[in-house]
C-alpha cells in the first residue's frame, strides 16, 4: 500500500486545515488508519485513527473535538479536519495503515510521506 498525505501549510493560531491521504495499491478497507504527528525533537504520537469501516474513530486527548477523521473507501482517502489550531500543534504529520486497532505506531505497516502544519501564534 502506498499512502500519500497532502494539505499541511501555514495557518495562525485558531485557523483550520484539512490534510488527505491518498492510498494506492491494495485494498483500502482492508486497513484500519491513523494519523500520527512528529514534532522537532519529539517522538512520532498518535493524533487520531479510523477503523476500516469508518464507524469507529479516536482521537488523542488534546485534539479531541477539534480533530474530525472521516474516511472514503470508494475514494481510498482518510482526511483529517484540524479546527482550532494551536501553536503546538506544529508538526510534520503522517498517515499510516495499519492490520490491528492500535495508536501504536509500530504497528502500523505503511506511511505516507508526512505533510507540515505550521501554526502561528
Known amino acids: 500500500v502506498q499512502l500519500q498525505a497532502s494539505g499541511g501549510g501555514l495557518v495562525q493560531a485558531g485557523g483550520s486545515l484539512r490534510l488527505s491521504c491518498a492510498a494506492s495499491?491494495?485494498?483500502?478497507?482492508?486497513?484500519?488508519m491513523g494519523w500520527f504527528r512528529q514534532a522537532p525533537g519529539k517522538e512520532r504520537e498518535f493524533v487520531s485513527r479510523?477503523?476500516?469501516?469508518?464507524?469507529?474513530?479516536s482521537y488523542e486527548s488534546s485534539v479531541k473535538d477539534r480533530f474530525t477523521i472521516t474516511r472514503d473507501n470508494a475514494k481510498n482517502t482518510v482526511d483529517l479536519q484540524m479546527n482550532s489550531l494551536k501553536p503546538e500543534d506544529t508538526a510534520v504529520y503522517y498517515c499510516?495503515?495499519?492490520?490491528?486497532?492500535?495508536?501504536?505506531?509500530?504497528?502500523?505497516?505503511?506511511w505516507g510521506q508526512g505533510t507540515l502544519v505550521t501554526v502561528s501564534s
Open positions: 495499491g491494495g485494498i483500502f478497507r482492508n486497513w484500519d
Open positions: 499510516g495503515a495499519s492490520r490491528v486497532w492500535s495508536i501504536v505506531s509500530s504497528d502500523y505497516d505503511f
Open positions: 479510523i477503523d476500516w469501516k469508518g464507524g469507529t474513530t
